[in-house]
């Protein structure tokens, strides 16, 4: 009969570096990825809203551009973080419980829970992400931007308990020299293969290779560097290509000779042509494509401004404006343009791109062009415009 190995305990992990002054100071930096990560990604949901009972800003034009990029920055940077921190403190996961004081049952039960739902959530976020980023999207059952939203909230829920819970040994061993042995388990003397302040350098250089690895997405002077960024700059005009033409199923409807864009208000509507809109007088801006995978490029669209457009309408200052495309599916087919947005001079029917008219994958005819505006939300194709009563 072959034997079973015995269960792991405590006991079993011998080495100093599984230490809480090591979690604590991979923590410290790990916990404040994370709150990077969650603040940047409410304001990308947020920007995100149909309406908004606080309007999203126009100003600066590169504010989404700054904090989605920071969001997958720090999100990325959390990975190598986050694996060294479980690493450190797995010999927990085989304590035993103590059921006999209610006091410490209380405190274990606190801890290991919130630690479950912070390693789980965390896991799942960190792993959807970085496919998100990537653009790959396996799973058929859930909305990522729904689920990520959600369990957002209950990764930082549980951080909090668990910064709490632990703050008494956290402040401890942060007041302490790293190699102080005040708060180890009696069983983690063995040397490691380097020593705590090496094992705790070598995880901020990992998060830190990490980070330029993939932060030529956002930040142009990385690029050469950025073995890993899923954007970076490549595209008409310098401007990366998310989805093509042929992937919208647009390719005969934008290239239509007779297509005409159709603005409405007050229901009535009027019609214009490419040439009429090429006969308005256009407009050069200087703004930032910035998408919620990361990536963002800078480009120099000229068109109409959708205010000029609208006026010229008849509409008057202070709706918001439904944007349709032509493509005939996707959760963003049909946008909402908020009134400070459309009333905004920066704010485009972009008809150019670096000086040459639109490629049919960049939006040709027009597309929305707007400063400080998720890219899922600048649409392209545009064939209406609807001013909301």
Known sequence: MVSRPAAPTPDSFTSRLRSPAVAARVGVWLGLSFGICFVTGLVSHYAQLPSHPIPFPTSPSSGYRLTQGLHVISGVAAIPLLLV???????????????????????????????ALLVAASIFQLATGVLNAAQWYPWLTFSFRTTHYALAWVAIGALLVHI???????????????????????????????????????????????????????????????????????????????????????????????????VVVGGVATSWSYDDLRAIPQHTVDLPIACVEGWSAQGTWSGVRVSDLLRAAGATAGADVDVTSLQQAGAFRRTVLPANFAGDDRTLLALDLAGEPLSLDHGFPCRLIAPNRPGVLQTKWVSRLEVSA
């Not at 921190?85 to 927990?92: D, E, I, R």
């Open 85 to 115: 921190k479980l690493w450190s403190v797995l010999p927990k996961l085989f304590e035993a419980v103590p059921l006999r004081d209610p006091r410490r049952l209380l405190l274990t039960v606190l801890e290991r829970g919130s630690i």
């Open 164 to 262: 709490a819970v632990k703050l008494p040994i956290t402040r401890d061993v942060l007041l302490a020299d790293i190699d102080a042995t005040t708060h180890d388990r009696a069983s983690a003397t063995a040397p490691g293969a380097l020593s705590r302040r090496a094992l705790v350098r070598t995880s901020f250089a990992a998060a830190g290779v990490a980070v330029l690895a993939t932060a030529g997405s956002t930040v142009p002077w990385l690029r050469q560097v950025s073995l890993f960024a899923t954007r970076t700059g490549e595209g008409p005009g310098g401007v990366p290509i998310n989805k093509s033409a042929r992937a919208a199923g647009v390719v005969e409807s934008a290239s239509a000779p007779d297509w005409r864009l159709e």
